[in-house]
């Protein structure tokens, strides 16, 4: 269904990258979830009515909720595509985010009061009803939420939606939790057994278990994440395919929202070239990365000597110095200052996220191996750059 309503009224839908694409999908899915999330709401409150089953009946406001989580996912795309203003300079890509954040507390108030509710029908149970309409209503139910999340999650993937992924995930906790209802159902009236209760429990706990998952997910890309690796080397094989540009540095991705990325980076040229050709190769990469990812990007020059061997040979020697004391360090924007007595290495370094040194113990250590392997005229001049990758 999904699918062929893509086709009908997506324009260029297969363009997954678009912010306009992206909204229309969320908007689309979003209309489908109401509708879909409500037919199955009146289906089950007629079931639990008829059954008296507490299990059923709250399954069937779960499913009501998801159709106001559909609401708000359906809100949050529309809001999100909406265009920069003076209040908002930088769009309002993140309300996708905030969208699916909020579906993420639906389902942990959904899954306390079912949990709540659960454990009041243990201490007072009561007998079940069931008929063959009523276990269809459920078995139909489980094949609605099976597609809704198949195609929740084939279209979060599609487009990189945090607020999809959380709605694909509240429809795998709800296909569950009706299975879990069903077996109830059918083993009550098997047995006698009073199990409404205790399977409402375990349906509660899931559900806290996955909308926990979705809220720190959904957490996370507000507080903000690293950029992906794959997205790393795209923009790294897009700058350095220029002649001109010998290597980048100092990349920082700032994330507003899908579609919405800022990207800033130092890239290092040729300290004899000519400026101005080297000006009209920077601006030529910026628009590059703004066609091909969708993003603002800002390149600053970087002069690095070339044609100089004494200082390629020492780049080299302080290079292997580095690379030997912590492969997982760089060097960038290295110079030689000579003088009579003394000669200043400086150059920065590059400390990748997660390592366990400190500033102070790279710049201490390696000024040491610097000033004992190279000579005792040669001292380093460090400058530590973190890198948020």
Not at 80 to 88: A, L
Not at 194 to 218: A, H, M, P, Q, R
Request: glycine share 8%; proline share 3%; aromatic share 8%.
């Amino acid at each position: 269904m999904i699918h062929l309503l893509s086709v009908l009224f997506i324009k260029d839908r297969r363009n997954y990258s678009s912010p306009q694409v992206r909204q229309a999908y969320g908007t689309l899915c979003g209309a489908a979830g109401i509708g879909l999330n409500l037919l199955l709401f009146l289906g089950k409150w007629i079931a639990g009515t008829l059954s008296h089953s507490i299990a059923i009946t709250a399954d069937a406001f779960n499913n009501l909720s998801d159709a106001g989580s559909s609401i708000i996912t359906l809100i949050g795309f529309r809001i999100s595509g909406q265009k920069p203003d003076p209040e908002h300079p930088f769009g309002h890509g993140r309300m996708e985010y905030i969208s699916g954040l909020l579906v993420s507390v639906a389902i942990l108030i959904m899954g306390f009061e079912l949990v709540k509710s659960s454990v009041e029908k243990i201490i007072h149970p009561e007998a079940i009803d069931s008929s063959p309409v009523i276990l269809g209503i459920l078995a139909a139910s489980i094949l609605v939420k099976l597609y809704m999340f198949y195609y929740n999650r084939s279209i979060s993937s599609k487009i990189d939606s945090a607020a999809m992924k959380a709605t694909a995930m509240d429809s795998l906790s709800d296909t569950v939790s009706t299975a879990l209802v069903l077996a109830a159902t059918v083993i009550s009236q098997l047995t006698g057994l009073l199990l409404d209760g205790w399977f409402g429990v375990l349906v509660g706990i899931f559900i806290l278990y996955t909308g926990g998952s979705t809220l720190k997910e959904t957490m996370d890309l507000l507080l903000g994440q690293p950029p992906k690796k794959e997205f790393i080397k795209e923009i790294r094989k897009i700058v350095i395919s220029h002649p001109l540009v010998y290597d980048i540095h100092d990349l920082v991705v700032h994330d507003y929202g899908p579609g919405r990325l800022m990207i800033s980076l130092h890239a290092e040229v040729d300290a004899q070239g000519d400026i101005q050709a080297i000006h009209e190769q920077i601006d030529h990469i910026e628009h590059e990365l703004q066609e091909k990812l969708h993003c603002s990007a800002t390149i600053h020059m970087d002069p690095i000597v070339t044609n100089d061997a004494e200082v390629l040979e020492m780049k080299e020697k302080v290079y292997q110095i580095v690379r030997d004391f912590d492969s997982t360090l760089s060097i960038h924007d290295f110079r030689m200052v000579r003088g009579n007595t003394r000669t200043n290495l400086i150059f920065d370094i590059s400390v990748p996220s997660g390592s366990k040194l400190t500033d102070n113990e790279i710049v201490n250590e390696l000024k040491s191996r610097i000033h004992q392997y190279l000579g005792g005229k040669y001292f380093a001049v460090i400058q530590i750059d973190h890198e948020y990758y």
